[in-house]
T-cell receptor
């Protein structure tokens, strides 16, 4: 079974600074997907960024980027130029690849509560 | 327009009651899910339906019964509610199998409190 570990229950950062959230996972699969979801106080689950395991290039979405280390099974999220609106719970999630027509679940870490301070 | 919508958003009910949470997606997706987020914010899948067919059924008490009348709707019915059922329930959807590389989109959640 796959597991996802987020070792930082809480973090804080000053506005405009950079912060990195850690995530490690355990799997015997070779083909899979990794995600970071953001959950602000409104509770909505919002996709921040995704990474395909077969891609060596790290995914980037504006101020958000990942450092994907497949051999180390590490998938950290870097937030640059932090904004007050980035304050939220951040969840790292894993999904293994299945053939089309199948279905697979997201396995979540326990989350990191990020607070951006003014 | 909300892509994945759930009703109700908040529900307070007494132990022993039966309640339903409805979910609809207007994304044209084939696969829908129910996830549960407990009081410690841990998220875990409960069910998955693909084209109205049950695909994933995690270890969930049989008091929980999902129903998918069509591929755009996935409702969750809960019988004989218990205090431990208090949680946020998220509906989600994806195009075909999410494990084929498609992203899962979540609704806003339904906050159930059992008293």
């Amino acid at each position: 079974a796959q597991t996802v570990t987020q070792s930082q229950p809480e973090m804080s950062v000053q506005e405009a600074e950079t912060v990195t959230l850690s995530c490690t996972y355990d799997t015997s699969e070779n083909n899979y997907y990794l995600f970071w979801y953001k959950q602000p106080p409104s509770r909505q689950m919002i996709l921040v960024i995704r990474q395909e395991a077969y891609k060596q290039q790290n995914a980037t979405e504006n101020r958000f980027s990942v450092n994907f280390q497949k051999a180390a099974k590490s998938f950290s999220l870097k937030i640059s130029d932090s904004q007050l609106g980035d304050t939220a719970m951040y969840f790292c999630a894993f999904m293994k690849h299945v053939p089309q027509g199948g279905s697979e679940k997201l396995v979540f870490g326990k989350g990191t509560k990020l607070t951006v301070n003014p | 327009d909300t892509a994945v919508s759930q009703t109700p958003k908040y529900l307070v009910t007494q132990m022993g009651n039966d309640k339903s949470i409805k979910c609809e997606q207007n994304l044209g997706h084939d696969t829908m899910y129910w996830y549960k987020q407990d009081s410690k914010k841990f998220l875990k899948i409960m069910f998955s339906y693909n084209n109205k067919e049950l695909i994933i059924n995690e270890t969930v008490p049989n008091r929980f019964s999902p129903k998918s009348p069509d591929k755009a709707h996935l409702n969750l019915h809960i019988n004989s509610l218990e205090l431990g059922d208090s949680a946020v329930y998220f509906c989600a959807s994806s195009q075909d199998s999410a494990g084929f590389g498609n992203t899962i989109y979540f609704g806003e959640g339904s906050w159930l409190t059992v008293v």
